[in-house]
C-alpha cells in the first residue's frame, strides 16, 4: 500500500521562498512519474509540476521560472521548490503519482501568502 506524506507548508511573505517535501512509502514511487499538485479554496485541484523517473519535468505556466521539483528515488522523496512566491500560490499542496491515483492522496500541506 502506497502512502504520501506532504510537509514543509506554512506562512510566508510574498516574494518569500519554501521548500515542500513528499515522503512516499511502497516500492511505486522509484518506477512512477510523480507530479505535485494544489487546490485554493473554491477551486479545483490543478497540477503544478511533474517529474519523470528520469528526472524530465514539466510545470504550470504559473509557476515556471519560480518552482522547481526533484526527486530522490533512492529515498522515495520529491520536493518542491517555491521561490518567489505570490499570494495567488495559497493552496493545498499534495503530491501523488501523475496521473494521480485516488487512493494516494494524503492530507497536503498549507502554503499561506500573505504579508
Known amino acids: 500500500q502506497v502512502q504520501l506524506v506532504e510537509s514543509g507548508g506554512g506562512l510566508v511573505q510574498p516574494g518569500g521562498s519554501l521548500r515542500l517535501s513528499c515522503a512516499a512509502s511502497?516500492?511505486?514511487?522509484?518506477?512512477?512519474?510523480m507530479g505535485w499538485y494544489r487546490q485554493s479554496p473554491g477551486k479545483q485541484r490543478e497540477l503544478v509540476a511533474t517529474?519523470?523517473?528520469?528526472?524530465?519535468?514539466t510545470y504550470a505556466d504559473s509557476v515556471k521560472g519560480r518552482f522547481t521539483i526533484s526527486r530522490d528515488n533512492a529515498k522515495n522523496t520529491v520536493h518542491l521548490q517555491m521561490n518567489n512566491l505570490k499570494a495567488e500560490d495559497t493552496a493545498v499542496y499534495y503530491c501523488?503519482?501523475?496521473?494521480?491515483?485516488?487512493?494516494?492522496w494524503g492530507q497536503g500541506t498549507q502554503v499561506i501568502v500573505s504579508s
Open positions: 517529474i519523470t523517473r528520469a528526472g524530465s519535468t
Open positions: 501523488n503519482r501523475n496521473p494521480p491515483v485516488v487512493n494516494f
Open positions: 511502497g516500492t511505486i514511487f522509484s518506477i512512477s512519474t
